[in-house]
């Protein structure tokens, strides 16, 4: 995967700098490295895998930090599998499901892997460009624009399963914690919800303060005040999603930090969460 090390390396600059000039200049900054990785040239041009249309370099950088198709398309992939994976070992193969939501599906990295199911599928995102090509482009999902904060524009109990890769990653505590319960709200009763999270395995992007606070078990929020975008960046350690997730009446089925797996077999870097509805 394209490594984004000078993007690191502002954020971390910036995170001395007072709030509000750290926030606008990090933003600002941040755009700026999107539309010019975006605009690069030399990029591989693939616009049709497995039947279906692939997203522009600008959509796909919005979502993951990079323009190379090939990444894209292979982590969607793998990480579609691991969802798989999940719902097998409780028990729930994808193959069951009736209803279930992309919570968070960008230009549908992931959601394009499931053309091959019966289920009704939904995504819904915060980035109404990326909803709105998913809906011109993906006819087998049905997508809508979702707020920064709760509701879902859906109604109670309508889903077997609820994903979210990369969410909870960059929303602060408060967002976090009415998101499950939201989360909770849209779940049918035996309903499954699988999520990421930063966790140990990210421990390294923090300062030293920042760091006995997340060994302590508290999260760690940076540019929070732009919350929802990719310079939003929050840290979870185990102890503190656990408890977020049963204060909202759900149920931990299943975690696997990504610290505990082996980086051969590691498909993803952020830890793994499976929890139902209680």
């Given at each position: 995967m394209p490594r984004q090390l000078p993007l690191r390396a502002v954020k971390n600059t910036l995170?001395?700098?007072?709030?509000p000039v750290r926030d606008g200049v990090g933003l600002a900054l941040f755009r700026g490295y999107e539309l010019y990785t975006s605009l690069r040239p030399g990029r591989t041009r693939i616009v049709e895998d497995n039947?279906?249309?692939?997203?522009?370099?600008?959509?796909?950088?919005?979502?993951?930090g990079y323009a190379e198709p090939e990444p894209f398309l292979a982590t969607g992939h793998a990480e579609n599998a691991m969802i798989r994976d999940a719902l097998a070992r409780a028990?729930?193969?994808?193959?069951?499901?009736?209803s279930l939501l992309d919570w968070g599906c960008g230009c549908g990295r992931l959601t394009r892997w499931l053309a091959d199911i019966d289920a009704d599928v939904y995504a819904c995102d915060y980035n109404g460009d990326l909803v709105g090509w998913v809906s011109r482009n993906l006819p087998f999902v049905t997508a809508t624009r979702n707020d920064l904060a709760p509701p879902l524009p859906y109604g109670d109990s309508v889903?077997?399963?609820?994903?979210?890769?990369?969410v909870f990653t960059h929303l602060r505590?408060?967002?976090?914690?009415?998101?499950?319960?939201?989360?909770?709200?849209?779940l049918r009763p035996d309903g499954l919800f699988f999520f990421t999270t930063h966790g140990s395995g990210y421990r390294y992007h923090l300062s030293p303060g920042d760091a006995v606070r997340f060994n302590a078990g508290h999260s760690v929020v940076q540019f929070g005040s732009v919350e929802g975008t990719n310079l939003c960046?929050?840290?979870?350690?185990?102890?503190?999603?656990?408890?977020?997730?049963?204060?909202?009446?759900?149920?931990?089925?299943?975690?696997?930090?990504?610290?505990?797996?082996?980086?051969?077999?590691?498909?993803?870097?952020?830890?793994?969460?499976?929890?139902?509805?209680?």
């Amino acid at each position: 995967m394209p490594r984004q090390l000078p993007l690191r390396a502002v954020k971390n600059t910036l995170l001395h700098a007072p709030p509000p000039v750290r926030d606008g200049v990090g933003l600002a900054l941040f755009r700026g490295y999107e539309l010019y990785t975006s605009l690069r040239p030399g990029r591989t041009r693939i616009v049709e895998d497995n039947g279906l249309p692939v997203p522009p370099a600008r959509l796909r950088t919005t979502v993951v930090g990079y323009a190379e198709p090939e990444p894209f398309l292979a982590t969607g992939h793998a990480e579609n599998a691991m969802i798989r994976d999940a719902l097998a070992r409780a028990e729930r193969p994808i193959e069951s499901l009736d209803s279930l939501l992309d919570w968070g599906c960008g230009c549908g990295r992931l959601t394009r892997w499931l053309a091959d199911i019966d289920a009704d599928v939904y995504a819904c995102d915060y980035n109404g460009d990326l909803v709105g090509w998913v809906s011109r482009n993906l006819p087998f999902v049905t997508a809508t624009r979702n707020d920064l904060a709760p509701p879902l524009p859906y109604g109670d109990s309508v889903f077997d399963f609820v994903y979210a890769l990369s969410v909870f990653t960059h929303l602060r505590d408060d967002s976090a914690r009415a998101w499950l319960a939201e989360i909770k709200r849209v779940l049918r009763p035996d309903g499954l919800f699988f999520f990421t999270t930063h966790g140990s395995g990210y421990r390294y992007h923090l300062s030293p303060g920042d760091a006995v606070r997340f060994n302590a078990g508290h999260s760690v929020v940076q540019f929070g005040s732009v919350e929802g975008t990719n310079l939003c960046a929050a840290y979870h350690p185990r102890r503190w999603m656990e408890g977020a997730a049963t204060d909202a009446g759900l149920v931990v089925v299943e975690v696997i930090e990504a610290a505990d797996v082996p980086e051969s077999e590691r498909v993803i870097g952020q830890d793994r969460y499976l929890v139902g509805r209680g």
